[in-house]
């Protein structure tokens, strides 16, 4: 059975910093992308970033390029998203969601599982 | 960046009725269409795929269809546990961008 287990979250300042994990099990972690989608409260969905199975690619979304880094440990089944400076737009549920493919391009990047979410809230 | 609109933003039916969402891209997007379901303070469920194809243990109940720009969701026979609120998205190209969603409610 797929998991994905996501942690880390909890109040922050802004311009603070956070990182989340996402634990995965129940699939060949290394063999597929996972996304991190964000919903902030009352809000739609937002794809945030996604790193490859072999973390050599990643993609941000504009907002939150140059602040947010996402990586991954396959020897642990972990993938990682680091938020710097974070400001009150980024509070939201941010869940963890594994790609149906190694890769995420445009075209094959089909989510089939998703975690439970982790809120981060950013505030003073 | 390619738009993704839903049409209604909501909707009330009774148990058992057939309901239809649409969706609609800003521009071409082939087929690179997903469909998901949320329940309150719940994550998403992954429905369907490329357009038309159901994910694994999703019940054909739920059918997709659509290519370009102009796709729909039909729930056949709505049960209770079938009222949530439903997003598409396409992954069609960078950034991969998800309508308002479409709640549908109990009447």
């Not at chain 1, 979250?9 to 956070?18: A, E, H, T, W």
């Not at chain 1, 939150?64 to 880094?69: A, L, M, P, W, Y």
Request: charged share 15%.
């Amino acid at each position: 059975e797929v998991q994905l287990l996501e942690s880390g979250g909890g109040l922050v300042q802004p311009g603070g910093s956070l990182r989340l994990s996402c634990a995965a099990s129940g699939f060949t972690f290394s063999s597929y992308a996972v996304a991190w989608v964000r919903q902030a409260p009352g809000k739609g969905l937002e794809w945030a970033s996604v790193i490859t199975g072999s973390g050599s690619n990643t993609y941000y979304i504009d907002s939150v390029k140059g602040r947010f880094t996402i990586s991954r440990d396959n020897s642990k089944n972990t993938v990682y998203l680091q938020m710097n400076s974070l400001r009150a737009e980024d509070t939201a549920v941010y869940f963890c969601a594994k790609i149906a493919s190694p890769y995420c391009t445009g075209g094959s990047c089909e989510i089939d599982y998703w975690g439970q979410g982790t809120l981060v809230t950013v505030s003073s | 960046d390619i738009q993704m609109t839903q049409s209604p933003s909501s909707l009330s039916a009774s148990v058992g009725d057939r309901v239809t969402i649409t969706c609609r891209a800003s521009q071409g997007i082939n087929n690179f269409l997903a469909w998901y379901q949320q329940k309150p303070g719940k994550a998403p469920r992954s429905l369907i795929y490329a357009a038309s194809s159901l994910q694994s243990g999703v019940p054909s109940k739920f059918s997709g269809s659509g290519s370009g720009t102009d796709f729909t969701l039909t729930i056949n026979c709505l049960q209770p546990e079938d009222f949530a609120t439903y997003y598409c998205q396409q992954y069609s190209s960078y950034p991969f961008t998800f309508g308002p969603g479409t709640k549908v409610e109990i009447k």
